[in-house]
């Protein structure tokens, strides 16, 4: 019977060249074969790392990669015959570039002893020549698949230079979330290793929430949105690394609170993870500014809870600044949506237009809350809008009311018919 974890790994590797020669391999290992096995997984060891080589040179002209097929050709050219070059392949890899590890390092050279033992006419004391067992032969194929094949050869690069480098190039090109995580997934996320990630995290993190200068304030809104990717995708790790290390991912600056208040709307397990002095400073913040409070819906209950605060701020509420916008308010009610609660967002939205206490921000609102919805909102919906304009002078006295009442009229006319009665709503000019 096979053993399902190596089939799932061997798909896993780079190399469409590799991937096929390490079908022999696994077909030896099936078939108890675990001295052929051994040998052809050394050969198709050395010929990845080649392959990767070649692929840094032709693709990025890595500096390194270029001085190790300097050196290796001319160890070939000089002594052809000799094996020497495979070894002094494997310790300028483990040198010059950051694709192994030292513990890939460590068993590469144990696969090369084992891989003489199988392959040389050495016989042990009962004139038998070596054969590897199924454990030992499995461990070499796990540990080299692990460790060097399924490895993209920009491992060997600094990974996360590339990726700000990769996310810099790509934030004027592509804006929405989904496919920005489809290319980081298949760029990035799907060939790393769990503990890569986590190092790619923990810096982003870093440079995101609390490093200050010209590269980073440039790239902070798609460095933001790729570390949002990166935790969705690995979120129980990630979270328990956080609450690990809480002092490190605490050291933020509350400069930044919107993004901050981003990313803790989508996670709010990691507010509570964090330590209390940057806890008590967040929040503190947030509570002086309606706007804040409005976008922070981490820090209520749920989204109900949360919509209630919102609607109870008045001008004579306890902030330092009442002003809403609707950046905000959109928030909200896109946070609604996306938990299943359609009434509840267009209601919160129609609640938030009625609140509009000067003309601007009546035009503002409607532009932003009510228009791009028209159709979206029902015949009770487009009652109450009526209703909100009705009562709110704010609303119905500004220069813009004649066009945007009209559009909402020709809107329930078309879902009432030409006999709604509109007396009932007697100061709604149109």
């Not at 033992?117 to 020549?129: D, G, I, R, W, Y």
């Not at 790509?170 to 799907?190: F, G």
């Amino acid at each position: 019977m096979r053993d399902f974890s190596l089939d799932i790994q061997a798909e896993k590797i780079y190399s469409s060249k590799t991937r096929e020669y390490f079908d022999e391999v696994i077909k030896s290992y099936y078939n108890e074969s675990y001295r052929s096995a051994v040998v052809m997984l050394y050969s198709i060891t050395i010929a990845d790392l080649v392959y990767k080589i070649e692929e840094l040179k032709e693709n990025y002209n890595d500096s390194g990669a270029i001085d190790i097929l300097t050196e290796i050709t001319d160890l070939q050219t000089r002594n052809p015959n000799s094996p020497d070059w495979e070894t002094k392949l494997v310790e300028l890899v483990k040198e010059k570039t950051n694709l192994l590890e030292p513990s890939d390092y460590l068993h590469i050279t144990t696969l090369q002893k084992h891989r003489h033992l199988c392959a040389h006419p050495v016989l042990t004391q009962n004139f038998e020549l070596y054969r590897p067992n199924k454990e030992t032969t499995r461990a070499h194929i796990r540990n080299i698949l692990e460790g060097v094949l399924v490895k993209p050869p920009f491992l060997s690069r600094k990974i996360f230079n590339d990726l700000l480098i990769n996310l810099s190039s790509i934030k004027k090109i592509i804006y929405d979330e989904k496919q920005l995580e489809r290319h980081l997934k298949a760029t990035y996320l799907d060939k790393l290793q769990l503990k890569t990630v986590k190092q790619i995290f923990r810096s982003l993190w870093k440079i995101t929430f609390k490093t200050n200068d010209a590269q980073c304030n440039e790239n902070r809104e798609i460095n933001l949105k790729a570390l949002i990717i990166i935790l969705r995708n690995n979120y129980s790790d990630l979270l328990e690394t956080i609450m690990n290390d809480k002092d490190y991912y605490s050291d933020i600056d509350i400069k930044y609170l919107t993004n901050i208040i981003v990313l803790l709307n989508q996670f709010s397990e990691i507010f509570k993870s964090l330590n209390d002095s940057i806890k008590i400073l967040i929040q503190n913040t947030i509570e002086k500014n309606a706007d804040s409070d409005t976008y922070a819906i981490f820090l209520s209950k749920d989204i109900n809870e949360h919509i209630d605060k919102v609607l109870s701020i008045t001008w004579s509420s306890e902030y330092v600044d009442t002003y809403i916008t609707t950046e905000s308010i959109t928030s909200v009610f896109q946070f609604a949506l996306d938990n299943g609660l359609r009434d509840l967002a267009y209601d919160f939205i129609i609640t938030m237009f009625g609140k509009s206490d000067q003309y601007d921000t009546a035009d503002i609102r409607f532009d932003s809350l009510i228009g791009p919805h028209l159709n979206d909102f029902n015949k009770n919906e487009l009652k109450k809008i009526l209703e909100v304009i009705n009562e709110n002078s704010q609303i119905n006295d500004r220069r813009k009311a004649l066009h945007t009442n009209y559009l909402i009229k020709n809107r329930i006319i078309e879902l009432h018919g030409k006999d709604f009665d509109f007396s009932k709503y007697s100061k709604v000019r149109f």
